[in-house]
């Protein structure tokens, strides 16, 4: 089993930048692709972003692309999301997950929350205007 656990979280005006970390550990070579999901209250938790630890191949969903990146440090075993120019539609809770597979870019954009075999237990981001 693979444990996450993030970080980095708070409070930021509009246009303002967060940077999130993922510690991994447990079986880390088991967590292939590693992602960023977010989740608000009564919506499904919907994808942000993901990237293989090997290759650093990276997708985005397109809410985010340009503004959000994606990065991997392999040997502090850990992932980072970096947010900049952050809006008020931002504001969620980020998890960490991780997964052996990596997915079709569709998938990920319309179910890839079930493809992911291990989450983090989310830190909150919260954008004000």
């Known amino acids: 089993q693979v444990q996450l656990a993030e970080s980095g979280g708070g409070s930021v005006q509009t246009g303002g930048s967060l940077r999130l970390s993922c510690a991994v550990s447990g079986r880390t070579f088991s967590s292939a692709v590693m992602g960023w999901f977010r989740q608000v209250p009564g919506k499904e938790r919907e994808f942000v972003a993901v990237?293989?630890?090997?290759?650093?191949?990276?997708l985005y969903a397109d809410s985010v692309k340009g503004r959000f990146t994606i990065s991997r440090d392999n040997a502090k075993n850990t992932v980072y999301l970096q947010m900049n120019s952050l809006t008020p539609e931002d504001s969620a809770v980020y998890y960490c997950?991780?997964?052996?597979?990596?997915?079709?870019?569709?998938?990920?954009?319309?179910?890839?929350?079930?493809?992911?075999?291990?989450w983090g237990k989310g830190t909150l981001v919260t954008v004000s205007s």
């Open positions: 990237i293989k630890w090997s290759g650093g191949n990276t």
């Open positions: 997950a991780a997964s052996t597979v990596w997915y079709s870019d569709s998938y990920y954009y319309t179910r890839g929350r079930y493809g992911m075999d291990d």
